[in-house]
Structure formats: structure tokens, C-alpha cells
């Protein structure tokens, strides 16, 4: 059973224009949601994160949104760039991460076009 | 600032062969995580150091896996008798003990069993 579900596995935006990424929960008890960028044949690098005790966390192009009651978390791109074009994974962990291990999502292949 | 480093960076074994990936993390990070990532899918958990405490281990980590990290610092993770569904990248991360827990991604070693 998924606890974290990226239901689309695939977007494509044209360059200057938004991306929002989705990401879908189940388990309530997760309290830090993290985004994480991928690049073929490279780890995940680390972009954002939000901790449950806030709706909206911004670092410069991307903001990140969090429904708690939607069990909702997105993350917007703006503008978009050639260059952020790449698999994007949400992950999600328990108490602040204290727990030990992230669940992730499956990814997200985004496609930006010049 | 150097990262969480990994070696080697790509493996090719033959089944029924045993191997084994060395993960250094960030200097400062006293966690230590391994997860596994296959074709399609998000990084799944493997197993979590904090010091040299294992302290937790998925259903993933099978008898034939073992993971190390003698002194706190850097860690191994050995497969013995590898088998073809091994065949995956292998990725560590490190955190530090600050909350919340961001995990930082090394750049993954790609094992193929042959």
C-alpha cells in the first residue's frame, strides 16, 4: 500500500511558465515532506521541504504548499527552465525525520521545452 | 563542501557473486541511511545508522544483505549470493542530528547481476 502517490508520472510546460508538481498522502502521522530533484544515473538532490506546522515554505523558484486536511502537498516552479528538467520525487517521514527512514513517492518526469 | 560520496559508482557481477558498496557521508552527519531504487519507483528504505547503531532495518534488507559502519563514520553494504533481482541502484544518504531530519543523497552505485 502506497502511503505517498505522485498520480502523474509525466508533465510537460513550456519555458517561463509554471510547474506544479502533485503529491498525495495517507498516512496522517507524517509531520516533514521533502522534494527531491533526479537526474539520470544521479542521486536525488535535495530542493525543498516543508515541516507540518506550516502551509507554504519558498526558496527563491520553487514553493512548496502543504492541505494537511487534503492530505496535499505541491510544488511550484517559477518560471520554469530547460535546465529543471528532470524526475521530481516528494518523500514524506515521521516526527521530524527522527524516525529514520523517507517514503517516497514514485516521481514525476518533468519536461520543460524551450 | 563535499558530499556524500559513494564507491563504486557502477558494479557488474555475476549471480551467485558477492559485492560490496562503500558509502562516505557528509563529515558533520552522524546518520547513515541506504535505500534501494529500481526502474519506475521512488527510493525505498533499507536500513539506518545513527553513530554505529543500526538502529532500524526494512523487510527489503534479506539475510543475504548486511550493512556496516564500524566506526561511526563511513559504511558498507555487502550482498552476498547476488541474485539478478539485486540488480538496482543503491543509494546513501546522511543527516545530521538537527530537527528536522534533511537527508542528503550520495550519487547512487548501479549494480547489474549478470
Known amino acids: 500500500d502506497q502511503q505517498v502517490k505522485q498520480n502523474s508520472p509525466s508533465l510537460s510546460v513550456q519555458e517561463g511558465r509554471i510547474s506544479i508538481l502533485n503529491c498525495d498522502y495517507t498516512?496522517?502521522?507524517?509531520?516533514?515532506f521533502l522534494w527531491y530533484k533526479k537526474y539520470p544515473a544521479e542521486g536525488p538532490t535535495f530542493l525543498i521541504s516543508i515541516s507540518s506546522i506550516k502551509d507554504k515554505n519558498e526558496d527563491g523558484r520553487f514553493t512548496v504548499f502543504l492541505n494537511k486536511s487534503a492530505k496535499h502537498l505541491s510544488l511550484h516552479i517559477v518560471p520554469s527552465q530547460p535546465g529543471d528538467s528532470a524526475v521530481y520525487f516528494c518523500?514524506?517521514?515521521?516526527?521530524?525525520?527522527?524516525?529514520?527512514?523517507?517514503?517516497f513517492g514514485k516521481g514525476t518526469k518533468l519536461s520543460v521545452k524551450p | 563542501d563535499t558530499g556524500v560520496s559513494q564507491n563504486p559508482r557502477h558494479k557488474i557481477t555475476k549471480r551467485g557473486q558477492n559485492v560490496t558498496f562503500r558509502c562516505d557521508p557528509i563529515?558533520?552527519?552522524?546518520?547513515l541511511y541506504w535505500y534501494r531504487q529500481t526502474l519506475g519507483q521512488g527510493p525505498e528504505f533499507l536500513t539506518y545508522?545513527?553513530?554505529?547503531?543500526?538502529?532500524?532495518k526494512s523487510r527489503l534488507l534479506s539475510d543475504r544483505f548486511s550493512a556496516e559502519r564500524p566506526k561511526g563514520s563511513f559504511s558498507t553494504l555487502e550482498i552476498q549470493r547476488t541474485e539478478q533481482g539485486d540488480s538496482a541502484m543503491y543509494l546513501c544518504?546522511?543527516?545530521?542530528?538537527?530537527?528536522?531530519?534533511?537527508?542528503?543523497f550520495g550519487p547512487g552505485t548501479r549494480l547489474t547481476v549478470l
Open positions: 518523500a514524506a517521514s515521521l516526527k521530524g525525520g527522527s524516525q529514520g527512514n523517507l517514503i
Open positions: 498516512n496522517s502521522m507524517f509531520d516533514y
Open positions: 563529515s558533520e552527519h552522524n546518520r
Open positions: 544518504a546522511s543527516s545530521s542530528p538537527q530537527w528536522p531530519d534533511t537527508q542528503y
Open positions: 545508522f545513527q553513530n554505529e547503531a543500526q538502529l532500524e
